[in-house]
């Protein structure tokens, strides 16, 4: 089951990825992210492992799965049953601007289950994620 949401945002695609990229910095502007701990050191790269605090959902362990700078990442969380993949994609307009998309797909047994208990949330959640970042890139947050 995967679930995603586009928005373009009036800033150029390296203004966006600054944002985007900087994850320890979502709580600042993403209402649906109440925590983001980088758990090793150095720039976002395959590999990386971050965890992730939200409301209703439990704390999240992220591993970076995919990652062309300036342009997207993946990141994969397991458990017991589920696999959730998390990908951030940014295309340039070539207007100055940038198309977000942000997608999350559950797989696995429990994955498909959790997908449609947790549909409408991560609608929502994605939506003012989406918000959230097209605001911080255009300088109103």
Do not use: N
Not at 9 to 34: F, I, K, M, Q, Y
Not at 99 to 119: C, S
């Amino acid at each position: 089951m995967e679930q995603s949401t586009t928005i373009d945002v009036e800033a150029p695609v390296g203004r966006v990825w600054a944002v985007l990229s900087d994850v320890g910095r979502w709580p600042e502007w993403a209402p649906t992210v109440t925590s983001v701990r980088r758990l090793d050191d150095g720039p976002l790269a395959v590999g990386s492992r971050v965890r992730v605090e939200q409301p209703r959902i439990p704390p999240t362990e992220y591993v970076v799965t995919e990652l062309e700078p300036g342009r997207s990442f993946s990141w994969v969380a397991t458990g017991p049953g589920v696999r959730t993949t998390a990908r951030h994609l940014l295309e340039d307009l070539g207007t100055g601007g940038t198309h977000v998309t942000l997608a999350v797909e559950q797989a696995g047994v429990v994955g498909r289950v959790m997908g449609r208990f947790y549909r409408r949330l991560t609608d929502r959640y994605l939506t003012a994620e989406a918000e959230g970042i097209k605001a911080r890139s255009e300088g109103r947050v």
